[in-house]
């Protein structure tokens, strides 16, 4: 047996905390049984006492000290009832002492001078033990009409003791015994209770990836156990949900990085192929190579920043940022795209709405939702920027009139490659990471962001920053000259 295990060092606290209650019960019971054993005793003696005590209060007060000794050797025997008396009239005039008791346990004549009891005191006033001798003798002193008296009445503690040495032995063999049958039966109810443990752990060895929609067992006892299995179960479903997140963003980017290359490959084959290509035919070959190497190149830009935001990379730089400062700047960088488009960009609502966060990642967030805005908007639409500051938190919106997202699309508009129209978004160069790169920038600054589209009537996204704390941020202030067109 490993000393270290759970099981081990549970059975060992099981069976101290039982021999420590075993032998707490047998010290009571053995204290017990000789305080009752004692005082048993020593009621016996005064019943004793009280005989001789009446003998005395009877006598008259011209009795002789004969005719005392006949009555106590008559009514209470002393020698016979295996007793020890000594009568005194005091001050120190012994008129009896008992002999040698019938079983012969202790001698009177070692039995030395009396104690009297305290000044004052009534009868049966003082009990004292003597070891040497092995006698509980009891000492009461009373005034009668034949005069004062000190009377002493003992008995051998022999049979208590023969009692608590019998009590003793018992104690001695049937301890041990109970603690080795508490080290055996904890044994057998710890091993029991961690029954499900070695199943948990039986079940847990033969998960892998390829099965991890089993489920540990779970046993309704309301316990700690219980608890662990949930945990483990919820661990698990976790666990599968990343696995299969995972395996579709694997089969998601290499089928997208497949499409590129399988266009790069076929144009090389081609200019290889061709002996004497002209220029112009040479420049569009060269052009359509450069254009997915570009899309290749911000495909892998952007699935590396997945990466490292998924790694738990936080932003280096953090700053306040005025959300409409940094729009219209963004804004103007974006204009010929929206030009190109026939876009119009509304930048007249930006207001004030300072923020902490990374700038250079802010600006992505915005370019991302620019672009996507002004890539499914059709010519002559609008899109529009707003930025506030409200109770707990700065606000960014990004409107626009476009296509659209249909309702059964909006719960899945931020996850990797999802793509409401595939053909489209590839047409236009989309791979479908961009919205996911935006939510986990705002993940990242606590930010949430939420989305709301009507098919054929545009979409707006509105992302709500906390505020900075432990600052009193300036007045919104109103930028109406921002627009671009």
């Known amino acids: 047996m490993n000393p270290r295990s759970l099981a081990f060092r549970l059975g060992a606290w099981y069976t101290l905390l039982l021999g420590v209650i075993f032998v707490l019960l047998g010290a009571a019971t053995f204290f017990g049984l000789q305080s009752y054993l004692k005082s048993t005793l020593l009621d016996s003696i005064r019943r004793r006492s009280t005989q001789v005590q009446q003998i005395l209060f009877e006598a008259p007060a011209s009795v002789a000290d004969a005719e005392l000794q006949r009555q106590i050797d008559s009514r209470v025997a002393p020698a016979f009832n295996n007793r020890f008396l000594r009568v005194t009239r005091l001050p120190a005039a012994v008129i009896y002492r008992s002999g040698a008791p019938a079983n012969g346990e202790f001698d009177p004549a070692a039995v030395g001078p009396p104690v009297d009891p305290a000044p004052g005191a009534g009868a049966a006033d003082r009990a004292r033990t003597l070891p040497e001798l092995g006698i509980l003798l009891s000492t009461s002193v009373l ?31 049937l301890l041990p015994m109970l603690v080795v049958a508490a080290a055996a039966s904890g044994y057998v109810l710890v091993n029991r209770a961690l029954r499900p443990v070695d199943r948990i752990s039986a079940l847990a060895e033969q998960l892998s990836l390829q099965n991890l929609s089993q489920r540990l067992p779970v046993e309704r006892t309301g316990d700690a156990l219980e608890r662990l299995a949930i945990a483990l179960n919820n661990m698990l479903g976790r666990l599968r949900d990343s696995v299969q997140t995972q395996r579709r963003f694997l089969a998601d980017a290499s089928h997208e990085l497949r499409t590129p290359l399988t266009v790069i490959k076929g144009e090389l084959q081609e200019l290889s192929s061709q002996t004497r290509a002209s220029a112009e035919e040479m420049r569009e070959r060269v052009g359509s190579v450069l254009e997915e190497v570009g899309r290749l190149e911000q495909l892998v830009s952007g699935l590396l920043m997945l990466s490292r935001l998924d790694a738990g990379e936080r932003p280096r730089e953090w700053a306040d940022v005025d959300l409409a400062e940094l729009a219209h700047s963004t804004a103007e960088q974006m204009r010929l795209i929206a030009e190109d488009g026939g876009v119009v960009v509304d930048l007249s609502d930006l207001r004030r709405a300072v923020v902490r966060g990374d700038r250079a990642r802010l600006k992505q967030v915005i370019v991302n939702l620019l672009d996507n805005a002004i890539r499914y908007t059709p010519r002559g639409g609008r899109v529009s920027i707003r930025s506030r500051e409200e109770a707990q938190c700065g606000v960014l919106e990004v409107k626009d009139t476009g296509v659209g997202i249909p309702a059964d699309a909006l719960p899945r508009v931020f996850d990797r490659f999802f793509r409401v129209d595939d053909a489209r978004s590839r047409d236009d160069g989309g791979a479908g990471i961009g919205l996911s790169i935006v939510k986990s920038i705002c993940t990242v600054h606590g930010a949430e962001i939420a989305v709301e589209s009507e098919l054929g009537h545009g979409s707006c996204f509105r992302l709500r920053f906390p505020r900075i704390t432990g600052r009193i941020l300036p007045a919104a202030t109103s930028n109406e000259n921002l627009k671009t067109g």
């Not at 009668?144 to 063999?173: D, F, K, N």
């Open 143 to 173: 005034d009668t009409a034949s005069g004062r008296y000190r009377v002493e009445m003992g008995a051998s503690l022999h049979p208590m003791q023969t009692v608590l040495s019998h009590q003793l032995v018992v104690l001695a063999i």
